[in-house]
């Protein structure tokens, strides 16, 4: 089973910025797509971005509500996929988690998906 591995989440003010990184082996960087997913208490788990797995050229997609603030990268001699958040807003505290999928889409099924970072949006 592909191993992902979540970090770089925090407690910052609003208006401030964060990196999520997403470490996961090559192999799965390589052949699966890999997005980004939150859930905060009390809703729903929402996708937030993805990437697909092409090795060449990869598409993403971000969330229209995050767009302009968010994007996805990856880095793929490090291994890792990254969310980028600009101008973080309360309503963006979550936990956040990374996942293999065979296509970016919120509906796919997991893979598999890492433990989680928390990311709380506070003044």
């Known amino acids: 089973q592909v191993q992902l591995a979540e970090s770089g989440g925090g407690l910052v003010q609003p208006g401030e910025s964060l990196k999520l990184s997403c470490v996961a082996s090559?192999?799965?960087?390589?052949?699966?797509?890999i997005g980004w997913f939150r859930q905060a208490p009390g809703k729903e788990r929402e996708g937030i971005s993805c990437?697909?797995?092409?090795?060449?050229?990869?598409?993403?997609y971000v969330r229209e509500s995050v767009k302009g603030r968010f994007t996805i990268s990856r880095d793929n001699r490090k291994r890792t996929v990254y969310l980028h958040m600009n101008n973080l807003r309360p309503e963006d505290t979550a936990v956040y988690y990374c996942?293999?999928?065979?296509?970016?889409?919120?509906?796919?099924?997991?893979?598999?998906w890492g433990r989680g970072t928390q990311v709380t949006v506070s003044s």
């Open positions: 996942a293999t999928q065979n296509q970016c889409s919120e509906d796919a099924p997991f893979l598999s």
């Open positions: 990437i697909t797995g092409s090795s060449l050229s990869p598409i993403t």
């Open positions: 090559a192999f799965a960087l390589d052949y699966f797509a």
